[in-house]
């Protein structure tokens, strides 16, 4: 834990303007605008970011390409290379304490979390490192005493990472560690309502010294930093992550100037019940899974499936957990809801209580104590007596609200889960071994588990089916978009060739 202290000083330190990463320097926007950036517990400006355009974008890319093209990065030998991702890895648990400050203080997720996801960052850079140099392997083929033909592994150029602001650190660390690992360059653009993390991601890079240019950082909104980055045809692909709608506009952008792009988007996750799980342990997972970050999680269980017999006695151990969940101050370690990212999405959530309300759910929510009326709380809340065609089973609502269903038996579960326009992740809950399976197997979602919260295997693919997203990410699959493949077809004999025209 922070001392007093050193508290003191990152207060201090969170004042201080932040600035955009190009080329190796800390440097303002060309045209000098910046974006306020505000603290979602006090609704105060913390500072004013840099906001980058597409004329910033042109000087990062410009910058990563030059260093693609003629810098040491993509040639010099993989153990050095490696060594600067390692250093990374070494410098952000250096700073584990700073960086989850700002981040809890940027987005308003609570520190016990935020601390959680930065080590989790760490190991992203480290995870990469040995995967690089265990898995980063082609194949070969021989044809008869002909041929031998084998494949290799060549970084793609210049990546182009666009991130959210719900994980931000975790996420940005995620697509940056296996596009620097497998020797590509770098431009980020970070969430406009998130950027203090990033900044100290740029910090962490300039520290370990990496050559000029490889990594960047550009600050500034979607639509215009964001878009830049898209239509750049300096830029060779687009890593995602964000709302469905925007990954649906990146594409269609990124078209003119056919780039490479993998969509990790939105979700509405079912949670399944079955009356013989074990219900405590279901119960955790079910809470946990849905209001931990504040609800702003891609892969909340957000659709709760209940089977009949179990209804009233889940729905009773629900109500207390919810009214007993301690919203606070996102920097107090006992907090575990904070303040919603923003106000704007802060009235998108509020305003799904109301359309449950419209459409004839109860709603079960706690009281937001005096002291915090300045933040964007939202209390947890509880949906109930939900049918699936309802809103409010459909659509993403991104906060810390449980829609809570029933069904009768296995076929009806899974017919359930499975109508709905997303397919990001699912939890089965069941000790029927083979029924565990059977559910997995049948619901349509990227990522499934049986008897478990979302718990992530690094080595394993990340990524969503349906409108949840396109391509995986995660374990050797992500080098599949980070890397390009090429096969060399080499002949080791007198292979008959034609004889035109003799
Ligand atoms: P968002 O789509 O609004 O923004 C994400 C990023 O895209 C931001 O950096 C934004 O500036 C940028 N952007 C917006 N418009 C753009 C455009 N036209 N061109 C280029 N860039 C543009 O998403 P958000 O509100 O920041 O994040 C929440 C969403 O992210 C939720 O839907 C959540 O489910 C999803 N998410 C998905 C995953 C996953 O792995 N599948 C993980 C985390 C979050």
Redesign the pocket.
């Known amino acids: 834990m922070a001392s007093f202290h050193e508290k003191a000083s990152l207060n201090h330190e969170t004042q201080k303007d932040i600035s955009l990463y190009i080329n190796g320097e800390f440097t303002s926007a060309v045209n000098g605008t910046t974006i306020k950036n505000i603290n979602p517990f006090t609704n105060e400006q913390i500072n004013e970011v840099a906001e980058g355009r597409t004329e910033d974008i042109n000087k990062a890319v410009a910058a990563a390409r030059e260093a693609f093209d003629n810098g040491p990065w993509r040639t010099m030998k993989l153990t050095k290379r490696m060594a600067y991702i390692y250093r990374i890895a070494d410098l952000i648990d250096e700073e584990i304490e700073k960086i989850a400050y700002f981040e809890s203080l940027d987005t308003g997720l609570p520190i016990s979390q935020t601390r959680a996801m930065v080590s989790r960052a760490s190991e992203n850079f480290r995870f990469y490192a040995r995967m690089v140099e265990s898995r980063l392997v082609g194949d070969a083929y021989q044809v008869d005493e002909e041929f031998i033909n084998y494949t290799i592994h060549a970084p793609v150029g210049v990546a182009g990472l666009?991130?959210?602001?719900?994980?931000p650190f975790m996420?940005e660390t995620w697509k940056v560690a296996p596009a620097l690992a497998t020797g590509n360059t770098v431009v980020l653009?970070?969430?406009?309502l998130s950027p203090l993390s990033a900044n100290l991601l740029a910090e962490i890079i300039h520290k370990a010294e990496l050559p000029k240019g490889v990594f960047n950082v550009v600050h500034g909104?979607?639509?215009i930093a964001?878009?830049a980055?898209?239509k750049h045809p300096d830029v060779q692909l687009i890593s995602?992550?964000?709302?469905?709608t925007?990954g649906s506009?990146?594409i269609k952008?990124s078209a003119d100037t056919l780039k490479s792009c993998s969509m990790?988007?939105?979700?509405k996750s079912p949670i399944i019940v079955f009356e013989d799980a074990d219900f405590n342990r279901a119960l955790d997972a079910c809470v946990w899974g849905i209001y931990s970050f504040n609800g702003e999680r891609?892969t909340a269980n957000s659709r709760l499936f209940l089977q009949e017999g179990i209804k009233a006695e889940f729905v009773d151990a629900l109500k207390k957990r919810v009214m007993n969940i301690k919203l606070g101050n996102p920097l107090d370690a006992e907090t575990e809801v904070g303040p919603l990212i923003d106000k704007g999405h802060y009235n998108k959530v509020k305003s799904y209580l109301n359309i449950a309300k419209e459409e004839g759910a109860e709603v079960i929510t706690g009281e937001i104590p005096a002291e915090m009326a300045k933040g964007n709380f939202v209390a947890p809340t509880l949906l109930l007596n939900a049918e699936n065609s309802m809103r409010i089973a459909q659509e993403?609502i991104?906060g810390p609200v449980l829609t809570v269903m029933t069904f009768k038996d296995e076929e009806e579960a899974i017919k359930l889960a499975n109508d709905v326009d997303y397919g990001?992740a699912g939890y089965v809950w069941t000790n029927d071994i083979k029924r565990g399976h059977r559910v997995a197997h049948k619901v349509e979602a990227g990522m499934l588990w049986v008897n478990a919260q979302n718990v992530r295997d690094l080595r394993t693919p990340f990524g969503?089916s349906k409108s949840?997203?396109i391509g995986r990410e995660g374990g050797h699959y992500g080098f599949d978009f980070y890397t390009e493949q090429k096969i060399i077809h080499v002949s080791i004999a007198e292979h008959r060739i034609q004889q035109f025209g003799k």
């Open positions: 666009i991130t959210p602001w719900n994980a996420l653009k970070p969430a406009e909104f979607g639509e964001g878009d980055l898209v995602f992550t964000g709302e469905t925007t506009t990146i952008n990790e988007l939105g979700g891609c993403e991104f990001l969503g949840s997203g």
